[in-house]
């Protein structure tokens, strides 16, 4: 049923790189071509294209931490940026900011999420046989 079987590597070994970019484009990570999300975050039970099953996946706290850390390091500098500013009016720097936050945190999560599930996925980890 699955007939991505052209991105197996020597002995039936996923590619992870291309696992990741797919689940980075919110795609399904073994054709490419199904959704891999059914809502915002909520994991469609397997690919329409290939018949995948991607529900069973967990990426637990992986895309939340993976988001938090990135968005962190992106939003950071507005920080110094406005400490050296002597504004009478520190409202509008902190809206700034944690626009900045929302937005970002808002459109990575579920790219992590599609990151995580690609890399779970192509590792193998929990198939019977895996371990």
């Not at 637990?60 to 850390?69: E, M, Q, R, S, Y």
């Not at 999560?109 to 995580?116: A, T």
């Amino acid at each position: 049923m699955n007939d991505a079987k052209d991105d197996l590597g020597p002995e039936g070994k996923r590619n992870a790189w291309l696992a990741v970019k797919r689940g980075l484009r919110l795609c399904c990570p073994a054709c490419g071509r199904g959704r891999l999300l059914s809502g915002y975050l909520r994991q469609a039970e397997g690919c329409k294209y290939c018949g995948e099953r991607t529900g069973d996946i967990r990426a637990d706290d992986g895309p939340a931490w993976a988001t938090i850390l990135i968005v962190g390091h992106l939003v950071s500098p507005a920080f110094f940026v406005f400490a050296q500013r002597n504004d009478s009016a520190p409202l509008l720097p902190f809206l700034i900011i944690a626009g900045l936050v929302v937005g970002l945190s808002l459109a990575l999560l579920p790219r992590m999420k599609g990151l995580f599930v690609g890399l779970i996925w192509a590792s193998k980890a929990g198939e019977p046989g895996s371990g």
